[in-house]
Structure formats: structure tokens, C-alpha cells
């Protein structure tokens, strides 16, 4: 078998790939099956045999093995492939990490004096420009400015901290 392996390998890996379409688990399979195949019957593989009857033997168990692994797919339930459990997955995580994270925000914001907590909540979450956010308020567009900057070094420092003690 190491003889065949180191012959055939290769080969027989690349041609897998190409029956599964690049899943390399599947290939994986694949492959292990041929070669149990293979090591169950001796005399269709001896390493005596020459190059085009023992190759061509390996590559046709191979691709009958593929059909017959996409014929038993299509009898049996829908495969949840492993792509979509990881997508999921990091949906979960992000919706996680955004609830975390609006927590995190709505503390900090918190703590803000009343007065640079409406020029934040006016210019980052309601989308207005300094302009609007200045008539809004009754408030010069230089003190928006002002209030939003000061209001951005507290956030970033609180927001360190917090991030720090987590």
C-alpha cells in the first residue's frame, strides 16, 4: 500500500478534489475509501502491475464511489454543509458583540453631562450635521463642536476602560 500511496497519491488526491469540487473533507473521504478498496483487493492493484492498470483501477473506484456518494445525498435529508453552521455562527456572535456593545455605548453615553450627550445623540445617532444639530438645540454651531469633541474624549477614554476590565 505505501508503494501505491507514494505513486498514486498525489494523482489520486488531485482527482478526488475534482469529483467533490474542491471539499477537501469529501475528497478525504473519498481517497480513504479508494485505498481501503484497494488494500481489500490486492490483485487489481499489485505494485507489479504497471502504471496504466493500476492508476486508471484507482481513479474508476474512486469516481464510482463519488457517484455513489451524490446518489446516497439526493436519497437522504438535505446536508447542512459546514459553511452554513460557521455563518450562523458568526451571526450569532456579531448580533452577540452588538448587543454587548450597545450595552457597553448606552452606560458610557450615561455618564456624559446632559448638555454633550444631546450633541452626540443629535450628530452620531440622528445623523444631523453640526448645522442642524445647532438649530436643534438653540445652541451656537461652535459649542456643538466643542461639546462633541470633549463628549468624544470621555467616550473613547470610558470606552478603553471598559474594554480593558472585560
Same mark, same amino acid.
Given at each position: 500500500?505505501?508503494?501505491?500511496?507514494?505513486?498514486?497519491?498525489?494523482?489520486?488526491?488531485?482527482?478526488? @478534489?475534482?469529483?467533490?469540487?474542491?471539499?477537501?473533507?469529501?475528497?478525504?473521504?473519498?481517497?480513504?475509501?479508494?485505498?481501503? $478498496?484497494?488494500?481489500?483487493?490486492?490483485?487489481?492493484?499489485?505494485?507489479?502491475?504497471?502504471?496504466?492498470?493500476?492508476?486508471?483501477?484507482?481513479?474508476?473506484?474512486?469516481?464510482? @464511489?463519488?457517484?455513489?456518494?451524490?446518489?446516497?445525498?439526493?436519497? $437522504?435529508?438535505?446536508?447542512?454543509?459546514?459553511?452554513?453552521?460557521?455563518?450562523?455562527?458568526?451571526?450569532?456572535?456579531?448580533?452577540?458583540?452588538?448587543?454587548?456593545?450597545?450595552?457597553?455605548?448606552?452606560?458610557?453615553?450615561?455618564?456624559?453631562?446632559?448638555?454633550?450627550?444631546?450633541?452626540?445623540?443629535?450628530?452620531?445617532?440622528?445623523?444631523?450635521?453640526?448645522?442642524?444639530?445647532?438649530?436643534?438645540?438653540?445652541?451656537?454651531?461652535?459649542?456643538?463642536?466643542?461639546?462633541?469633541?470633549?463628549?468624544?474624549?470621555? @467616550?473613547?477614554?470610558?470606552?478603553?476602560?471598559?474594554?480593558?476590565?472585560?
Amino acid at each position: 500500500m505505501a508503494v501505491i500511496i507514494a505513486q498514486h497519491g498525489p494523482a489520486l488526491r488531485r482527482f478526488t @478534489l475534482f469529483l467533490t469540487a474542491g471539499n477537501w473533507s469529501r475528497a478525504e473521504e473519498l481517497m480513504q475509501e479508494t485505498l481501503i $478498496r484497494a488494500w481489500k483487493h490486492p490483485l487489481s492493484v499489485a505494485p507489479s502491475d504497471s502504471y496504466s492498470s493500476c492508476r486508471p483501477w484507482l481513479f474508476t473506484v474512486a469516481r464510482h @464511489l463519488s457517484i455513489d456518494a451524490e446518489r446516497a445525498r439526493r436519497a $437522504r435529508p438535505q446536508e447542512t454543509d459546514i459553511s452554513v453552521l460557521e455563518e450562523t455562527a458568526e451571526t450569532c456572535e456579531s448580533a452577540y458583540d452588538r448587543v454587548v456593545t450597545g450595552a457597553v455605548v448606552r452606560q458610557a453615553l450615561a455618564r456624559l453631562p446632559q448638555e454633550q450627550r444631546e450633541v452626540i445623540v443629535c450628530t452620531y445617532f440622528r445623523n444631523l450635521s453640526g448645522k442642524e444639530t445647532s438649530r436643534l438645540l438653540g445652541i451656537p454651531l461652535g459649542t456643538v463642536k466643542s461639546r462633541a469633541h470633549q463628549a468624544r474624549q470621555v @467616550l473613547r477614554l470610558q470606552l478603553d476602560r471598559s474594554i480593558f476590565q472585560a
